[in-house]
């Protein structure tokens, strides 16, 4: 029978690293299993690009801010005590490839992950964790001093009381994220083990995987393996979510709906053409000027505001359009991020030195032209409304 034996591990902590290196050497295993995807393998080993053009689309420049700020937090954990983030998935890899052992990457694709996360997230979940990210990013405290404050020592991270603490605090702050980010995974990692575990009876039975994962992980994927038939379907795991009409959307679409609806019963009416054309007006200026505020606030071009502003009346009127895009493939168009400026968007010290990145400008411009158009669109379709003397039940 094969035997799995877990390394439980700490993503910045030196001595997981060691802890990595020893279980291998004294196991020699025929399989060395790390928590990894292809990406994020590409990423650790400098080989990863970075679509900026598909990242705009379809709302994943709030997803690709997520995954920097969460990466960065960690790469800057790591800078406190001296050991880059995946060193230890690093160090087994070259372990591994020392003793000749097979390597498998049995980790979920992170772009599937983080989709999936950012969309169980409710809407004042996402608030609360973006902005409890950026006030990390922001205050002067060491995360080693964060981490003090809650009574956690460093040696102890990976113990598991401490893991359990963790755990439970992520629970309870989003319960559906936690099922992403672990239990998801828990299950996609042990069917990937079980696949390992089954291929390699047939050659040696007595063989040997050491499975190098988060201490996070190592109890959900071994109830895993003792009962594989709670393992839900690949197809489950990794499909991308579907759009769903959430309170925010519905009530979003209802304004787009109402805006509609009133320009319609304007043009029908006997508004005078002077009051129709100030309405008018008005919901083109208050989406584009709030449009390109964002831009603004991004500190990007001036092209990119002006392309903010002369679309956001019309995108904000259409589902398949965001002013953000257009003003992001702008962005993107006049800076030129390149491979150095994905690679620098983890070495920065400071948040005016992170502004100063092409990449980071890109998506943070984009992210912001967004929420200043729907911003736009709750206050110009108010305006429309007052200036027309419209009121919502003779829309109906």
């Known amino acids: 029978m094969v035997d799995i034996i877990f390394v439980g591990t700490g993503h910045v902590l030196e001595k997981s690293v060691r802890e990595v290196k020893e279980k291998i050497e004294e ?8 928590e990894l995807c292809r990406a994020r393998y590409k990423t650790l080993t400098g080989e990863y690009e970075l679509s900026v053009r598909d990242a705009l689309k379809g709302g994943k420049p709030y997803v690709l801010l997520v995954q920097w700020l969460l ?8 800078a406190d005590i001296g050991v880059e983030p995946g060193a230890e998935m690093l160090a087994a890899i070259e372990k591994a490839k020392e003793l000749h052992c097979r390597v498998a990457l049995i980790d979920r694709d992170i772009s599937v992950t983080m989709q999936r996360f950012w969309h169980e997230m409710r809407f004042f979940e996402k608030l609360k964790m973006v902005f409890s990210l950026i006030s990390s990013l922001t205050r002067g405290i060491g995360l ?8 956690i020592k460093l040696e102890e991270i990976t113990s598991g009381d401490v893991v359990t603490r963790l755990v439970e605090e992520l629970r309870r702050f989003s319960p559906n994220a936690a099922r992403v980010l672990i239990d998801e995974r828990d299950a996609y990692m042990a069917r990937r083990l079980l696949e390992i575990s089954n291929m390699l009876s047939e050659e040696k039975p007595d063989g040997k995987i050491v499975a190098v994962v988060g201490a996070g992980h190592v109890e959900g994927v071994k109830r895993y393996l003792e009962h594989p038939e709670n393992i839900p379907p690949d197809e489950e795991l990794c499909c991308l979510p579907k759009r769903r009409l959430s ?7 209802s304004i787009i709906v109402l805006v509609f609806a009133a320009f319609l ?3 029908l009416s006997n508004i005078p053409s002077g009051v129709l054309l100030t309405a008018l007006f008005y919901w083109f200026i208050i989406n584009g000027v709030l449009s390109a505020a964002g831009v603004v606030a991004a500190r990007g071009h001036p092209f990119s505001a002006l392309t903010a502003f002369a679309v956001a009346w019309l995108t904000s009127l259409n589902p398949f359009m965001a002013a953000g895009w257009l003003a992001g493939l702008v962005e993107l168009y006049m800076r ?7 690679k620098n968007m983890l070495n920065v010290r400071s948040f005016k030195e992170l502004l100063q990145n092409r990449l980071f400008k890109v998506i943070l411009v984009a992210a912001l032209a967004n929420l200043g158009s729907m911003l736009g669109t709750f206050l110009g379709a108010y305006a429309v409304l007052k200036i027309t003397g419209t009121h919502i039940s003779s829309i109906f």
Do not use: N
Not at 71 to 78: E, I, M, V, W
Not at 144 to 151: A, D, K, M, Q, Y
């Open 265 to 267: 019963l304007l043009a």
């Open 27 to 34: 196991t020699k295993p025929d399989v060395v299993a790390v």
């Open 247 to 253: 309170f925010v959307k519905v009530f979003g679409l």
């Open 336 to 342: 030129r991020p390149d491979a150095s400026d994905v």
């Open 71 to 78: 990466a960065y937090l960690q790469k800057r954990l790591g």
């Open 144 to 151: 080693l001093e964060e981490l003090e404050e809650e009574g």
